[in-house]
């Protein structure tokens, strides 16, 4: 039993680092995005910021509803300018020494993903960015077809959740809350 959870759990674990490549065990099936979709703003007194990425990657194991989802922090692009985008991932974000921001847990509805249908969850997990856990419930739209599961979510991060500092003599140019939107289209493998 337990040589069995040990190759378990470097399969699970072997998943994970190779990228989040799904895994079919029996009839559980695991849904997969790597081209997800999160976009966020800063909207401050004196100056609006914007950027998107395409490169979150992540899967969803629709048997025990669990989940995770990663993004590299320099992958973000469409700031005002390469100045702002420079000082968002070498002094705020810090990519260079936190280059991910992880989201990772458990919905926490005993949804049937298995059956097509536009269903309002919670997702409650581990979120990590710039080096720092914090636990949280996110909202989301889960809209279930028969080949393709999309995610839908909009949330908001405090900078200071995650020691984010931001020094005075931008403090009207960076909110202190900013609003995330994110759209996942996973695909069963």
Same mark, same amino acid.
Do not use: W
């Given at each position: 039993?337990?040589?069995?959870?040990?190759?378990?759990?470097?399969?699970?674990? +072997?998943?994970?680092?190779?990228?989040?490549?799904?895994?079919?065990? +029996?009839?559980?099936?695991?849904?997969?995005?790597?081209?997800?979709?999160?976009?966020?703003?800063?909207?401050?007194?004196?100056?609006?910021?914007?950027?998107?990425?395409?490169?979150?990657?992540?899967?969803?194991? =629709?048997?025990?509803?669990?989940?995770?989802?990663? &993004?590299?922090?320099?992958?973000?692009?469409?700031?005002?300018? =390469?100045?702002?985008?420079?000082?968002?991932?070498?002094?705020?974000?810090?990519?260079?020494?936190?280059?991910?921001?992880?989201?990772?847990?458990?919905?926490?509805?005993?949804?049937?993903?298995?059956?097509?249908?536009?269903?309002?969850?919670?997702?409650?997990?581990?979120?990590?960015?710039?080096?720092?856990?914090?636990?949280?419930?996110?909202?989301?739209?889960? &809209?279930?077809?028969?080949?393709?599961?999309?995610?839908?979510?909009?949330?908001?991060?405090?900078?200071?959740?995650?020691?984010?500092?931001?020094?005075?003599? &931008?403090?009207?140019?960076?909110?202190?809350?900013?609003? &995330?939107?994110? =759209?996942?289209?996973?695909?069963?493998?």
């Amino acid at each position: 039993m337990v040589h069995l959870l040990t190759h378990r759990m470097i399969l699970v674990f +072997g998943v994970f680092v190779i990228g989040f490549v799904p895994v079919v065990c +029996g009839q559980q099936v695991v849904f997969q995005t790597v081209s997800g979709h999160i976009h966020f703003r800063s909207d401050a007194p004196m100056e609006m910021i914007e950027a998107t990425s395409q490169a979150t990657k992540g899967y969803l194991n =629709a048997e025990d509803r669990t989940f995770a989802f990663s &993004v590299p922090v320099n992958s973000f692009k469409g700031f005002n300018s =390469a100045l702002q985008q420079d000082h968002f991932n070498e002094n705020y974000l810090e990519s260079e020494s936190f280059p991910q921001a992880t989201f990772s847990g458990k919905i926490i509805e005993s949804t049937d993903l298995s059956t097509p249908g536009v269903y309002d969850i919670r997702a409650k997990g581990k979120m990590v960015i710039h080096g720092i856990a914090r636990e949280r419930i996110i909202r989301c739209q889960l &809209v279930i077809k028969p080949t393709v599961m999309l995610v839908n979510a909009r949330f908001s991060v405090l900078l200071r959740d995650h020691q984010i500092q931001i020094p005075r003599i &931008v403090h009207q140019k960076i909110a202190e809350e900013i609003q &995330v939107d994110l =759209a996942f289209k996973l695909s069963p493998r």
